[in-house]
Structure formats: structure tokens, C-alpha cells
């Protein structure tokens, strides 16, 4: 059997940086993987059929899936865009069949597209077949996601495709996660590569996320009169960044009203936007979270 060094190299290569990108995860709040998840969303409305200039603006597009995934109690109001919607439903009920330790797997990917939108047609060809071989044949993960990656699988143009674009890490924590490959590789090793190169980005990222909210938080304690309660605030958005104020007042056990003002002392710093246009029921999603998309 001939080995192919490249391949080997691309796949230690993608290996190391997703290890070391899950080392960096584990020392932040929980859910920095998820939105890093959702970050990636932004390619997937643009790699839809739709018109590119009919996707929504990257700040408020991505505002909306933080505020779908960290808000429940106010999704009714978040996405009046079916076709976000779709795509947030979709992500979301895929992260969590693969954190209940299902496989990248045909069947995976077509509950998941249907869960965002019913309407979908089914999987194209070129996806069905390499899945099927995939599974077939027992291929790790890493060289699924590349041949997905790559060739007649990588150019097709809807919500299944960019889902399957995908890694599902072999290291730690992130395991549970899936990161969208940004761009098509023409093989199997451009395409780990690139998934090492997206790890890498997110790994940046994430230091410059931690170290925004570091900061936000020390300008909280110095809101004076009430700046205990809006740090506390500003510790738990830094890994829950959508928010309802109910659900401020419940995770921080304090009344409704001292969280509403804990709120309004943070959107008055520039920390908090309100994404709903309600005068009630509203959804506020952190700023600093909303920058880690740009």
C-alpha cells in the first residue's frame, strides 16, 4: 500500500490545530463552541440559493442566530426570515444529534435539513453516495469531512451541502461541534488544511472574545451603584450572549426589575443591543459576541 505523505501531513496538521483550539475552549464559559458554530453560519445563507444581496446584513443575521440559540423564550420574535430561521434550527438540531454521539451520516444531515425547513428537496447525488461509501467503508471522521470538502461535493449550492461541509473534531471537548469548512479544497488534503486554517482563525478569535470580555466586565464594576449586579451580568453573557431579562433574573437570582436595570446599564455602555423591536418580551444579544463575526 502506498502511503500518501501529504495526506498524512494534512491530517496531523488538522489534528494539532483542532486539539489546540479545544485546549483554548476549555478554559473559556461554556458555549464559546457554539457560537464560533454559528459564526461560520454566515457562509451558509450566502451559499444558498437565494440572491446574495437578499441575505441579511452579517451583524444582524448573526445577532439573530445568538439570540435563537441563547434566548428560547423569545424565539418567536427573533427570525421573521424563514430562511435564517431554517438554517438556525438546522445547525442547532445537528450540534445536538452529534453531541448525542451520532456520526456524520446521511440520514444525520437529512433529519437536520428537514428540522430547518420541510420544504428542502433531499440530499443531491454526489452527497448521498459519499456518505453511503463512507459509512460503508467505517472512514474516520477527518476523511469524511475532506472528501465532503472537495471535488463535485464541495460546489453544490444549498443547506444539506453546507451542513455536510463540516469536521466533527476527534479531540475533547469540541468533539461535540461542528465547524464549517469556509472554503472548497480540490482534494482531500487542501481540504484538511483548510480546516486546520479555520481552526486557527477560531483560535484567535477566541483570545480576542476573552480578553473583550474580560474588559466589559471591569467597566461594569465601575457602573458604581449597582456595578456588582452588571458585572454579574457581563460574567454570565460572556458564554450565554442572548439573553431575555426573565432569564437574567432567573440565572442570576435577583428580582425582574434589578436585572432590567442591569440591562439598560449595559446597553447604555455599548455592551447590550435589543434585537426584537418589541416593547416587551425583548431579546438582548452581547456585543462582543456579535464582533467575533466580523
Known amino acids: 500500500m502506498e502511503i500518501d505523505v501529504g495526506l498524512l501531513r494534512a491530517t496531523e496538521d488538522a489534528v494539532d490545530a483542532l486539539s489546540r483550539l479545544d485546549e483554548q475552549v476549555a478554559m473559556t464559559a461554556p458555549g464559546l463552541a457554539t457560537l464560533l458554530k454559528l459564526r461560520s453560519a454566515q457562509a451558509i445563507v450566502a451559499a444558498n440559493d437565494r440572491p446574495l ?13 445568538l439570540g435563537w440559540l441563547y ?3 423569545g424565539r418567536e420574535f427573533i427570525a421573521d426570515d424563514p430562511h435564517l430561521r431554517g438554517t438556525a434550527v438546522a445547525l442547532d438540531n445537528a450540534a445536538e444529534m452529534m453531541r448525542a454521539g451520532r456520526a456524520l451520516t446521511l440520514g444525520l444531515l437529512e433529519e437536520a435539513m428537514r428540522a430547518g425547513d420541510a420544504s428542502l428537496p433531499v440530499l443531491p447525488g454526489a452527497f448521498a453516495d459519499t456518505l453511503r461509501a463512507a459509512e460503508v467503508e467505517g472512514w474516520p471522521a477527518l476523511l469524511t469531512t475532506a472528501v465532503l470538502s472537495s471535488g463535485a461535493c464541495g460546489g453544490v449550492r444549498n443547506v444539506a451541502a453546507s451542513i455536510a461541509r463540516t469536521v466533527v473534531p476527534l479531540s475533547g471537548g469540541v468533539v461535540a461541534d461542528a465547524f464549517v469548512v469556509s472554503k472548497c479544497a480540490e482534494s482531500a488534503a487542501g481540504a484538511l488544511h483548510t480546516i486546520a486554517s479555520e481552526a486557527r482563525t477560531m483560535r484567535r478569535r477566541v483570545a480576542v472574545y476573552r480578553e473583550a470580555c474580560s474588559n466589559a466586565v471591569e467597566r461594569c464594576r465601575e457602573f458604581g451603584r449597582g456595578g456588582a449586579t452588571a458585572a454579574a451580568l457581563g460574567e454570565l453573557l460572556a458564554g450565554r450572549p442572548a439573553i431575555t431579562v426573565a432569564e437574567a433574573a432567573a440565572a442570576l437570582d435577583i428580582s425582574a426589575p434589578t436585572a432590567g436595570a442591569a440591562v439598560e446599564r449595559l446597553m447604555s ?26
Not at 455602555?269 to 463575526?293: C, K, M, N, Q, S
Open 71 to 73: 434566548a428560547p423564550d
Open 53 to 65: 444581496g437578499a441575505a441579511l446584513d452579517g451583524d444582524a443575521a448573526f445577532a439573530a442566530l
Open 269 to 294: 455602555a455599548g455592551l447590550l443591543r435589543e434585537i426584537t423591536g418589541r416593547g416587551r418580551d425583548r431579546v438582548f444579544v452581547y456585543l462582543p459576541a456579535v464582533a467575533i463575526a466580523g
